[in-house]
């Protein structure tokens, strides 16, 4: 079931708190797993997205990684959790909603990176010092703090 369309049948377009999940997916390289989305505005970003009901924040990500790049992720470390103002979207169709965002952390996955044509257009690893210039915000913020509190 998609919660969020469950939801929205009933609220509209009026504020929510949804809950989600950012995985940073790192190779033997040190590099980060980054998709180019198609939303918003073609930046790149984590692969990741909202929670559905019955799920474990852990699940969720699990499942977006899946989704999105086609790899089978497991041994996901908590980084951190993020909320507040900073994580307020109004989106182009008019849902807003606050973010309560969990984002972890892997090495381990397996599978061949297949591209989700619906979420996203390209995917591609980075060096953690050479991240792109068009990069959604928040998931700037998620990987420099990795890198600066030395949690990898």
């Known amino acids: 079931m998609n919660y969020v369309k469950y939801l929205r049948e009933y609220i509209g377009h009026k504020p929510v708190i949804l809950n989600g999940t950012s995985v940073i997916v790192l190779d033997e390289e040190n590099r980060v797993l980054l998709q180019k989305r198609t939303y918003p ?4 970003g984590l692969p990741g997205g909202i929670m559905d009901m ?4 852990e ?3 699990i499942r977006e990684v899946f989704e999105e790049t086609g790899l089978k992720v497991s041994n996901l470390k908590l980084v951190n959790v993020y909320s507040g103002e ?9 849902d807003e909603f606050y973010l309560v ?8 996955y397996e599978g061949e990176l297949q591209v989700d044509n619906e979420e996203g257009t390209e995917l591609k690893f980075f060096p953690l010092d050479d991240l ?3 990069m ?3 998931h700037r913020r998620f ?7 030395k949690k990898i």
């Open 41 to 44: 505005q073609k930046n790149w």
């Open 54 to 57: 019955g799920e474990t924040i």
């Open 59 to 61: 699940e969720t990500g």
């Open 86 to 94: 900073d994580f307020y979207m109004k989106l182009p169709n008019e």
């Open 101 to 108: 965002n969990a984002v972890y952390v892997t090495r381990d």
């Open 132 to 134: 792109p210039k068009y």
């Open 136 to 138: 959604v915000k928040s």
């Open 143 to 149: 990987i420099e703090e990795l890198v600066e509190e």
